[in-house]
């Protein structure tokens, strides 16, 4: 099926000596070196890997001392090392944290890959999949990224972690051709962000189980449009595993009960595209885009009491996410929701507002204006505040509460009219700052804190 040879600019490789139809397995796999993941130092690790190469029969032996390393050595132990570092895939099972197999770790990397490594904790070995048709003489490539990302981001990480760049067809294309990749990416990982949120809030998938199958529905349109055999996007299978694992073994496994379907309530008359449809819960007829839907005000992971915020100065990562090594961005969507109780206006505007569990906050207008450019004389007691990604301030000589910065990001009572609900949603869902989620808060007053 296939063969070991040199590949210009990349090494050894593997290539096909006959066509590979899709969906074959090309290879399977055991570990001759595994890497527990319970080894801390960096001595423990090379002690256990040297005992393993010294196990290897001769074969064995020469084929690992054959294999690249991109980290520099001075002795036999630290040679073995940095093999293993270079070459080792994942496998993340049984305490094994990765291992290294003679014929899968000699699979070169391309964006626009033809096959898809995979540990299979059923038989305990590598496998290696095609996800196309492999033509007889074609090098055999996987992707060796964890997701999909623009080609700058792909170069970027390929030299950091592996210590090439990339020339594959897709890293090669044209200018104008490239351009094109990079809108047809840009669509395929639109919902990639909205999924990755709905997964962190299982209260938020219980009470609304449709946005995320929405979203998910979506991606798996636009992959099978665009990926595959589309040079167009770098081919990755859809990352969310979940959706293939045994559903009893998920911790929300049975709460509820009204998706549940037996054999005999599958139907077997119905077309493809219908029997899509009914699979994925779509109304016939209608946009496959997430409708809006009314959030439960009870679920706290959305609508936090105030105790329920992230401190400023400590934000968590179940709020955050890195995304350039220091910069803090929201990774979920939350909204704090309270009643204000009292107004006041000394040095600066604040109110005085009550939350969901009947604690009382101060908020406070930290802005050029001291808060006038709310319209203070338009907000009255009895109204509801709306604060996206609020977080805990500790003032200096009052109690702690909600401290609000930005005058570009309020909105007022004369856009917001109290009791005008049949008007104020149309301009919520409108005003593209506020996320999907969020766009049927209360229809009093919104503050919109910066992402």
Known sequence: MYTTQDIPGKGVGLVATSKIPRGTRILSEEPI??????????????????????????????????????????????????????????????????????????????????????????????????????????????????????????????????????ACRLCSLPPAESEESVRRLDELLQPEEKISQSAMDSMSVISAPLRPLRYIDRQMQL?????????GVPHQVVRHGSLL??????????????????????????????????????????SNSPKPQFPDLRDRSVFPSFLGLPDENS???????????????PRRHWCFLAEIVDLGMDLRFRFQVR????????VAFHTPARGIELGPCEIHVGYTVGILYAERHVFAFSPPGIRHEDPTTLQHP??????????????????????????????????????
């Open 245 to 286: 694992d045994d559903p009893a073994k998920m911790h929300v496994y049975g709460w509820s009960m009204k998706w549940s379907a037996g054999m005999n309530d599958v139907p077997d008359d119905l077309a493809p595209d219908a029997f899509d449809n009914w699979l994925w819960r779509r109304e016939t007829g209608t």
């Open 33 to 166: 070196i595994t890497v527990p993941e319970h080894l801390s130092s960096i001595e423990e690790i090379k002690s256990y890997i040297v005992r393993q190469v010294e196990r290897l029969s001769h074969a064995q032996h020469q084929a690992f001392l054959l294999m690249p390393s991109i980290h520099p050595f001075e002795n036999d132990a630290e040679r073995y090392l940095c093999i293993v570092r270079t070459v080792a895939l994942p496998i993340g099972e049984g305490g094994i944290g990765s291992g290294v197999f003679l014929e899968a770790c000699r699979i070169n990397h391309a964006c626009d890959n033809n096959a898809q490594k995979n540990w299979n904790s059923n038989i305990k070995r590598h496998t290696v999949h095609s996800i196309r048709d492999i033509e007889e003489g074609e090098e055999i490539t996987v992707f060796y990224l964890a997701e999909l990302t623009k080609r700058a981001e792909r170069q970027e990480a390929l030299r950091t972690k592996f210590g090439f760049t990339c």
């Open 355 to 362: 939350d969901m569990e009947g604690e009382k906050i101060e």
């Open 223 to 231: 992959y099978n449009r665009h990926g595959r055999d589309d040079i």
């Open 315 to 329: 934000p968590v990562l179940h709020y955050y996410k890195m995304v350039d090594g220091f910069t803090l961005r």
């Open 414 to 451: 004369s856009i917001c009219k109290h009791g005008r609900r049949e008007e104020n949603l149309p301009w919520l869902r409108s005003d593209r700052v506020v996320p999907d989620e969020m766009r049927q808060v209360l229809d009093v007053l919104v503050l919109r804190q910066g992402k």
